[in-house]
């Protein structure tokens, strides 16, 4: 008897030795290709791809903690621009509840040459600047001690950082802390995103690092590894929420859609109150009219002898497929 042939996906070209463009790394190169040669895949093709292909493996989902408050008009628009919309709101760091969130250590380290080719470098994003104005400019940047060079790079980055539109997804839906502070002490919703369904979007979602220290950040040989840096470092207490995040520069208090579809499922918090899902059944009502992929919802239990929590199907999940 023959043996069944497994199913396979179409071949990716293999890797090649290329060089990085100015600001840009292997490792992005390499992230474009990816979702270039994702896109013209089936579902499923993208899913055993992120499974098996990827290294580290992409987890299938990320998930996102929100309230839902029937009485404030605020939350219940921030539920429906992910329910009805399908867009997130992208929020500045000076939003965030740490104000350490996205900071660094800068230092300026380095010879003169290397300090006049930095500045030639920044040159190039203004074109229009006449030749004798930029020469006159670079005279006075170098007269410059180190303490003013970094007196006006920390102003600029905060500005940069201010003006930063982020999203950040947990890492574990069962995480009792993570419920009791961003899921409204168990009250609220976590909503359960599909990475296969839009990779274009998700696979931007990076690991957010955790230590004590600020990154170290030397302005002279400045790279995109350092704004990595900068955007995706915490404190390591904040550990527990295994954080990915998505950022966006000069994005901040926008939005950004996503495919309907990716949107899979909406966990309800063990303290939720039959008002919460009452209003999260009209909302439910306002995507089904929308014609949108239905969404499966679960409810968080206790677990019988340990602390933790089990996520089950709720009965009434039925009542919103399509």
Known sequence: MAKKRKPSIKKMPQRTKTTA?????AQSMQFVANVTYLSGLSYRERRRFLWNRTKPRTKRFLYKFRVLDPRDPVSIDRIRDLLVRSRMWLSSPVDFNDPFDMSAKFVVEGTIQE???RFKQLQKFVPQMKWSERKRQLHKAVAMNNEQILAQVVATSER?????????????????LMWAHYGFKHEGLCFVFEV??????????????????????????????????????????????????????DE????????????????VGLRCKESTLGKLRELLGERAANHFPSVTLYRCKKHESEYKLVIVKRCYARKHRR
Do not use: C
Not at 160 to 176: L, M, Q, W
Not at 228 to 247: D, G, I, P, T
Not at 252 to 267: C, D, K, N, Q, S
């Open 115 to 117: 300090k006049l080719q």
């Open 252 to 267: 901040a208090h926008t939005y950004r859609h996503f495919h309907p579809a990716a949107l899979r499922g909406i966990i």
């Open 21 to 25: 463009p100015s600001g840009l790394s």
């Open 160 to 176: 940069d950082t201010k003006e930063a539109g982020v999203y950040s997804f947990a890492g574990d839906p069962r995480s009792i």
């Open 196 to 249: 296969a369904r839009d990779p274009q979007l998700f696979l931007e979602a990076a690991d957010v690092d955790y230590k004590k220290e600020y990154p170290v950040v030397n302005w002279i040989k400045f790279s995109s590894e350092d704004v990595k840096a900068m955007a995706l470092r915490k404190y390591k207490s904040w550990n527990y929420e295994n954080e990915k995040r998505l950022v966006f520069f």
